[in-house]
Structure formats: structure tokens, C-alpha cells
């Protein structure tokens, strides 16, 4: 069992940054966030492994960096031009796994955590 503990959330206004931040208690190869807005599915954001592969969803392509602290077992998301429609809740998610996964996977991931919420408004 892996525990994720994330941290970071906010409110900001449109075009804002925020960092969100996930402490895992062991090495996993796949990590990844997810969201999730009220009445809405859950969305795969980005995910990263092991050897700092990294992918994305259209929507945060170039806004959203996933990064990883592999001495510290974190994981990072950093958020750039903030819009209303990022507001959700943020989920950290990993995957033991080493089979081909990419942000699409994340919301299926093996562990999660108990989600940050981030707020944008306009």
C-alpha cells in the first residue's frame, strides 16, 4: 500500500500559478494528477515516470509542468495561466506498474490520494 498525501491547493485569479505538491511513502514508477469538477468525470492531467517521461492533456499542455523529486518520493504540479475552468478537485495517483501508462491512465491508477482543491476565479 502506498499513502499519497497532496498539498497546495488554492483559490487564485485567472492567469495565476499555483505548486501542488504529493508525499509519497514509497517509490512508485508511474505517477500522475487527475481532477475532478462537481457533476463532471474524472480528468487524467499528467503523468510522469520513472525515467521523467512525461505527458499531458491537451487542455493543460503548456500551462501545467509535472515534475518529480525521486530522493524525497514527491511529486510536483506546477500550475501556470490559471483558468476558471481548472478549478477542481486535484487528485495525486501511482501506478506500481511498468507496463505503458500515460496521463489518460491516471485516474485508474492503483493508489490515489485524498485530493486538494483548486479554485480559479474570473
Known amino acids: 500500500q502506498v499513502q499519497l498525501v497532496e498539498s497546495g491547493g488554492g483559490s487564485v485569479q485567472a492567469g495565476g500559478s499555483l505548486r501542488l505538491s504529493c508525499a509519497a511513502s514509497?517509490?512508485?514508477?508511474?505517477l500522475g494528477w487527475f481532477r475532478q469538477a462537481p457533476g463532471k468525470e474524472r480528468e487524467g492531467v499528467a503523468a510522469i515516470n520513472g525515467a521523467g517521461d512525461t505527458t499531458y492533456a491537451d487542455s493543460v499542455k503548456g500551462r501545467f509542468t509535472i515534475s518529480q523529486d525521486t530522493s524525497k518520493n514527491t511529486l510536483y504540479l506546477n500550475m501556470d495561466s490559471l483558468k476558471p475552468e481548472d478549478t477542481a478537485m486535484y487528485y495525486c495517483?501511482?501506478?506500481?506498474?511498468?507496463?505503458?501508462?500515460?496521463?489518460?491512465?491516471?485516474?485508474?491508477?492503483?493508489?490515489r490520494g485524498q485530493g486538494t482543491q483548486v479554485t480559479v476565479s474570473s
Open positions: 495517483a501511482a501506478d506500481p506498474f511498468m507496463y505503458y501508462r500515460d496521463y489518460r491512465h491516471v485516474p485508474d491508477f492503483t493508489f
Open positions: 514509497a517509490y512508485t514508477y508511474y
